[in-house]
């Protein structure tokens, strides 16, 4: 991954030049990576604060040979290469929140945007956004982030080479996406599931159609969270917010 790089000082979202990339044909492991984003996107339409040198802003084009249903299970993949990459360089170890949130002592400090071009039986693209708080300051922080927001310069006290994180992300990305290729997705369940917080826990999920409260089971072989609601009956989750109680 990273052979094909786009490097831009600016850029309004990596995530919108990977989407042009991907329709213009560009290779499997295609980067685009920036130092600043005007207009950085996260889940359900919300904004990504990511100001200049301080954090990693990157989106990953990725061409794997598969139906589309399996694209969540992609989510998963990446928190784990992600959360890896924090332990091997930081020496903290994260929590993942599901889908796609990593977590130091409840704050967020990388969120995964998983998006996707494709027919209805074949992958064309996966764009995989990462954003990463890394050097970030309190004060670099809007106000309404303080209590949900952290960087790993804050919750470690020292300042983090973002190219060593880089290129530990790409590493892991690839060497967990080989594993998946030759495994199938139940070893890296079992990974993902080892930095889970929600699990086993009572959780409120909000999603579009309304809110389910229950206990998290664990994620199904396709990555989509299990909830047990209080009368037993079973839901899964495809998108969702967590909160938990
Ligand atoms: C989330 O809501 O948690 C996902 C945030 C994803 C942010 C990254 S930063 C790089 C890429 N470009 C974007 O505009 N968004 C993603």
Known sequence: FGKTIQYLESTDSTQKVAHQL??????DGTL???????NGRGRLARNWHSPKYTGIWMSLVLRPKLPPAKAPQ?????????ARAIEDICEISPDI???????????????????????SDKINAIIMGIGMNVNQKEQDFPKELHNNATSLA?????EISRSELVKRILENLEKYYLLYLEKGFAPLKLLWESYAVSLG???????ISGNISGKALGITEEGVLKIEDQNGQIHKIYSADIEMK
């Open 74 to 82: 992609f989510t998963l993949i990446a928190a784990v290469a992600v």
């Open 97 to 119: 929140k599901w889908p796609n949130d990593l977590l130091l002592n409840g704050k967020k400090i990388t969120g995964i945007l998983t998006e996707l071009q494709a027919d």
């Open 201 to 207: 826990k009572d959780i409120i999920a909000r999603t």
């Open 154 to 158: 804050i919750e470690t006290g020292k």
């Open 32 to 38: 685009v990576i920036a130092e600043e984003q005007t």
């Open 22 to 27: 991907a329709q213009e044909g560009c290779p």
